[in-house]
T-cell receptor, first 111, second 114 residues
């Protein structure tokens, strides 16, 4: 079974600084997608960024970018110029047929 | 419309009550999901509907009964729940069960069982 591991239960970053959240996964598939979801406290889970496994180029969405290392099965999220609104639980997710979530990383942004 | 809506937002029920959660999407998605999420934990898959047919039931107790009346609606009927069933119940949808696209999540229903 595919597993997704987020080894950082909590992270903290100073406003305007950069933070990287780690994610590793285990799979024998070659075709899959990877996602980072953000879930603010008591608010909706929304997609931050996605990466297709067949694409070598790392995905970027404004201040959010990923470092996708397919051979290492690593998919980290970098948040640049952190803002107070970035504070949330961040879930890494893997999908081939099923969607598998990591345990989550709680990000705190300090003003 | 790129939204998944869920009603009610909050629900408090006793262990003998019968209630229903509702989920709706108008994105033409053909796969819809129910997840249960405990505080500070990732969502746990409960059910998957594909083309209005139940395709996955993750060994969920029978006190949870899903229903998909049409391609836009998904219900979760609740009966004789236990206090440990208190959680955030999330609905999600995607283009198709075998699609690799992202799932769109609703805001959830926060359920408290007394």
């Amino acid at each position: 079974a595919q597993t997704v591991t987020q080894s950082q239960p909590e992270m903290s970053v100073q406003e305007a600084e950069t933070v990287t959240l780690s994610c590793t996964y285990d799979t024998s598939e070659s075709d899959y997608y990877l996602f980072w979801y953000k879930q603010p406290p008591s608010r909706q889970m929304i997609l931050v960024i996605r990466q297709e496994a067949y694409k070598q180029q790392n995905a970027t969405e404004n201040r959010f970018s990923v470092n996708f290392q397919k051979a290492a099965k690593s998919f980290s999220l970098k948040i640049s110029d952190s803002q107070l609104g970035d504070a949330a639980m961040y879930f890494c997710a893997y999908r081939d047929n099923d969607m598998r979530f990591g345990a989550g990383t709680r990000l705190t942004v300090k003003p | 419309d790129t939204e998944v809506t869920q009603t009610p937002k909050h629900l408090v029920m006793g262990m003998t009550n019968k209630k229903s959660l509702k989920c709706e999407q108008h994105m033409g998605h053909r796969a819809m999901y129910w997840y249960k999420q405990k505080a500070k934990k990732p969502p746990e898959l409960m059910f998957v509907y594909s083309y209005e047919k139940l395709s996955i039931n993750e060994s969920v107790p029978s006190r949870f009964s899903p229903e998909c009346p049409n391609s836009s609606l998904l219900n979760l009927h609740l009966h004789a729940l236990q206090p440990e069933d208190s959680a955030l119940y999330l609905c999600a949808s995607t283009t198709g069960e075998t699609s690799l696209n992202e799932q769109f999540f609703g805001p959830g229903t926060r359920l408290t069982v007394l």
